[in-house]
């Protein structure tokens, strides 16, 4: 009978699946055939060599380099063979399995799990027969194996001068907007000096290609080092990350434990104490950098151990970057304001969208106190938070604050609310232009680890009002700001337990309208508030100061592998414990840099 074409399709089809699935079979049934004669010809030592013993031993306690130990001496390259096979074996079987989805198949599956069980119980009793009689062994022919010294363990050879540091932070916008921009502060001028990798789980191209041409392509080399694993591995890791997120995401930077490697924690909090779990997460890293006084308080208060806890403020380009000189006011202001508020006295405020920047307070302050008589604009730059997925979200929560309905900051609004208006999504590069625009600063927060958008503003050379409180103490002083006092605290919102500062209202309300009526003295607050960055601040510092911080934490790295682990001198002498301290250099001359001058303010 004559077949169709596609009965010939079909049937060819066919064949070939049962075809296949048959040179699979035999090909595991093959691979599995040398594991078991692998495992009869090394595991037992009376086969093989015509039944006699194998003599090729480690010296006594050395131990597998895959971390099994058998007693006091074994075939070190069997059992490593052995291992080797059966783990590459299963993970062929557990593909075959899992690649087995045809009904017809199915036995197929069922010989390929037996199978497994079958290899693992084989590698099990003959590793244990194996060590046994190796054991026997060893009791009866101790005295005739000579004495051995132990080979020695590889000293540290970093050049600590010149670290190689990895670097963990998010590189996006939005939530984590304020970890990227540190970061691109303290890589884009220490790339020039030392090999950095960027390590980042939460990278956005878009905010990279946002920044600075020169600046966004470094950053993705940067970035681009981090995946390649020809490079040398790194003598030091920092991670802008929680410290318990620190301690689960150790091992994926995949760095031998037989080398020195430092773990850092670059972190703060803007509460007066640390969040549950901190503490037992931080004794499991090597050092915490903070970046202000205040924080290193309040993880001292704790109990964290002070050798840990290290300051490392956080810089800003004066220069290029935040330099009022550089940007036209007129041109900026036509970019950003509305013809109606360019003649108008602009408050801005930057800040992330959840409840410790104090937003309510300070929409609730702004309108109390200014109304449709006073030329004044209020903007804001806010990015989204966890709990808002719309921009427009922002607008009806300060309406609610007025009693007011939704979207009731439109164009026919009252006069005193089309004062508050959202700022649109920017380039990060468009920040110095914002900030050019506006006449004063306004920031009263809860609690800030630091306040980058607070020391960005006094780089530009804008008064600012925001809270005497947390981080910004390190910089602001009634001679180069507007700090607003504290007089009482509350329980902190993510961590009830804790505190931080309460927002009074009265008093923000009467440095809105200081700084908006005396425009001499916002003046010369505005130029001491560039001076104090530009002198203790600026990139160059802090870069110089991060350097020595990393060199040190090389250093002890170094320090702390060789106590760990003795060597041996040509002598053949050991050399460990206390004694490793005279073998290693002293400190590289940077290690412990403070801030050359103090800031006088």
Request: hydrophobic share 35%.
């Given at each position: 009978?004559?077949?169709?074409?596609?009965?010939?399709?079909?049937?060819?089809?066919?064949?070939?699946?049962?075809?296949?699935?048959?040179?699979?079979?035999?090909?595991?049934?093959?691979?599995?055939?040398?594991?078991?004669?692998?495992?009869?010809?090394?595991?037992?030592?009376?086969?093989?060599?015509?039944?006699?013993?194998?003599?090729?031993?480690?010296?006594?306690?050395?131990?597998?380099?895959?971390?099994?130990?058998?007693?006091?001496?074994?075939?070190?390259?069997?059992?490593?063979?052995?291992?080797?096979?059966?783990?590459?074996?299963?993970?062929?079987?557990?593909?075959?399995?899992?690649?087995?989805?045809?009904?017809?198949?199915?036995?197929?599956?069922?010989?390929?799990?037996?199978?497994?069980?079958?290899?693992?119980?084989?590698?099990?009793?003959?590793?244990s027969e194996h060590v046994k009689e190796k054991r026997s062994w060893n009791t009866r022919s101790k005295a005739r194996i000579p004495a051995q010294t132990p080979?020695?363990?590889?000293?540290?050879?970093?050049?600590?001068?010149?670290?190689?540091?990895?670097?963990?932070?998010?590189?996006?916008?939005?939530?984590?907007?304020?970890?990227?921009?540190?970061?691109?502060?303290?890589?884009?001028?220490?790339?020039?000096?030392?090999?950095?990798?960027?390590?980042?789980?939460?990278?956005?191209?878009?905010?990279?290609?946002?920044?600075?041409?020169?600046?966004?392509?470094?950053?993705?080399?940067?970035?681009?080092?981090?995946?390649?694993?020809?490079?040398?591995?790194?003598?030091?890791?920092?991670?802008?990350?929680?410290?318990?997120?620190?301690?689960?995401?150790?091992?994926?930077?995949?760095?031998?434990?037989?080398?020195?490697?430092?773990?850092?924690?670059?972190?703060?909090?803007?509460?007066?104490?640390?969040?549950?779990?901190?503490?037992?997460?931080?004794?499991?890293?090597?050092?915490?950098?903070?970046?202000?006084?205040?924080?290193?308080?309040?993880?001292?208060?704790?109990?964290?151990?002070?050798?840990?806890?290290?300051?490392?403020?956080?810089?800003?380009?004066?220069?290029?970057?935040?330099?009022?000189?550089?940007?036209?006011?007129?041109?900026?202001?036509?970019?950003?304001?509305?013809?109606?508020?360019?003649?108008?006295?602009?408050?801005?405020?930057?800040?992330?969208?959840?409840?410790?920047?104090?937003?309510?307070?300070?929409?609730?302050?702004?309108?109390?106190?200014?109304?449709?008589?006073?030329?004044?604009?209020?903007?804001?730059?806010?990015?989204?938070?966890?709990?808002?997925?719309?921009?427009?979200?922002?607008?009806?929560?300060?309406?609610?604050?007025?009693?007011?309905?939704?979207?009731?900051?439109?164009?026919?609004?009252?006069?005193?609310?089309?004062?508050?208006?959202?700022?649109?999504?920017?380039?990060?590069?468009?920040?110095?232009?914002?900030?050019?625009?506006?006449?004063?600063?306004?920031?009263?927060?809860?609690?800030?680890?630091?306040?980058?958008?607070?020391?960005?503003?006094?780089?530009?050379?804008?008064?600012?009002?925001?809270?005497?409180?947390?981080?910004?103490?390190?910089?602001?002083?009634?001679?180069?700001?507007?700090?607003?006092?504290?007089?009482?605290?509350?329980?902190?919102?993510?961590?009830?337990?804790?505190?931080?500062?309460?927002?009074n209202a009265s008093a923000l309300q009467a440095l809105l309208r200081a700084v908006y009526t005396d425009a001499a003295v916002r003046a010369e607050r505005g130029?001491?508030?560039?001076?104090?960055?530009?002198?203790?601040?600026?990139?160059?510092?802090?870069?110089?100061?991060?350097?020595?911080?990393?060199?040190?934490?090389?250093?002890?790295?170094?320090?702390?592998?060789?106590?760990?682990?003795?060597?041996?001198?040509?002598?053949?002498?050991?050399?460990?414990?206390?004694?490793?301290?005279?073998?290693?250099?002293?400190?590289?001359?940077?290690?412990?840099?403070?801030?050359?001058?103090?800031?006088?303010?």
């Amino acid at each position: 009978m004559r077949l169709r074409r596609g009965q010939v399709r079909r049937t060819t089809a066919i064949l070939a699946v049962v075809v296949g699935a048959i040179f699979l079979y035999h090909v595991q049934y093959q691979r599995i055939s040398r594991v078991l004669k692998t495992f009869s010809d090394f595991a037992s030592p009376r086969q093989g060599n015509g039944g006699q013993k194998r003599p090729h031993l480690l010296p006594p306690n050395a131990k597998h380099r895959n971390g099994i130990e058998s007693g006091k001496i074994y075939r070190n390259d069997a059992i490593g063979r052995m291992l080797s096979e059966a783990r590459t074996e299963l993970h062929h079987v557990k593909s075959m399995a899992q690649v087995t989805v045809d009904n017809s198949l199915n036995k197929h599956k069922a010989k390929w799990g037996r199978r497994k069980r079958d290899i693992i119980k084989k590698l099990k009793r003959d590793i244990s027969e194996h060590v046994k009689e190796k054991r026997s062994w060893n009791t009866r022919s101790k005295a005739r194996i000579p004495a051995q010294t132990p080979a020695p363990s590889p000293a540290p050879t970093a050049n600590c001068n010149k670290p190689v540091v990895m670097w963990d932070t998010p590189m996006a916008g939005g939530n984590v907007n304020g970890f990227a921009s540190e970061a691109i502060s303290l890589l884009y001028p220490l790339s020039d000096i030392l090999d950095i990798r960027l390590y980042s789980t939460y990278y956005e191209e878009d905010f990279v290609e946002s920044l600075p041409h020169n600046v966004g392509e470094r950053i993705h080399e940067l970035h681009m080092k981090s995946t390649n694993r020809s490079l040398p591995p790194p003598d030091v890791i920092v991670s802008q990350w929680s410290p318990p997120e620190l301690v689960q995401h150790m091992w994926n930077w995949l760095v031998s434990k037989r080398r020195p490697v430092r773990y850092v924690s670059r972190t703060m909090f803007e509460a007066d104490g640390l969040p549950t779990g901190w503490e037992a997460a931080i004794d499991k890293i090597d050092e915490v950098w903070v970046p202000s006084e205040w924080n290193k308080d309040v993880f001292a208060a704790r109990g964290i151990d002070q050798h840990k806890l290290r300051v490392l403020h956080e810089g800003v380009d004066t220069e290029t970057y935040f330099n009022p000189d550089m940007f036209n006011r007129r041109q900026c202001r036509a970019k950003l304001l509305h013809k109606t508020e360019r003649r108008t006295f602009v408050f801005l405020s930057v800040f992330k969208f959840e409840t410790r920047k104090a937003w309510r307070e300070l929409v609730s302050a702004f309108l109390d106190e200014f109304d449709e008589e006073d030329p004044v604009t209020l903007l804001l730059r806010t990015s989204p938070g966890d709990n808002m997925h719309l921009w427009k979200d922002f607008e009806n929560e300060a309406c609610a604050l007025r009693e007011l309905p939704p979207h009731c900051f439109t164009p026919h609004a009252p006069t005193a609310l089309r004062s508050v208006r959202l700022l649109p999504r920017m380039s990060t590069k468009s920040y110095p232009h914002m900030y050019k625009a506006a006449d004063a600063f306004v920031l009263p927060s809860h609690g800030e680890g630091w306040g980058r958008p607070i020391l960005e503003a006094m780089a530009m050379a804008l008064p600012v009002i925001t809270t005497n409180w947390s981080g910004p103490t390190e910089y602001i002083r009634a001679s180069n700001a507007y700090p607003l006092p504290v007089t009482a605290f509350e329980p902190c919102e993510m961590e009830p337990q804790l505190q931080w500062a309460t927002i009074n209202a009265s008093a923000l309300q009467a440095l809105l309208r200081a700084v908006y009526t005396d425009a001499a003295v916002r003046a010369e607050r505005g130029q001491r508030a560039r001076q104090t960055v530009q002198h203790a601040y600026r990139n160059n510092n802090v870069t110089h100061e991060v350097l020595g911080m990393l060199q040190s934490a090389c250093w002890h790295a170094q320090r702390d592998y060789a106590r760990r682990h003795p060597t041996t001198t040509s002598e053949g002498t050991a050399i460990g414990g206390n004694a490793a301290k005279a073998v290693l250099p002293d400190p590289p001359n940077g290690a412990d840099l403070r801030l050359a001058e103090k800031v006088q303010l």
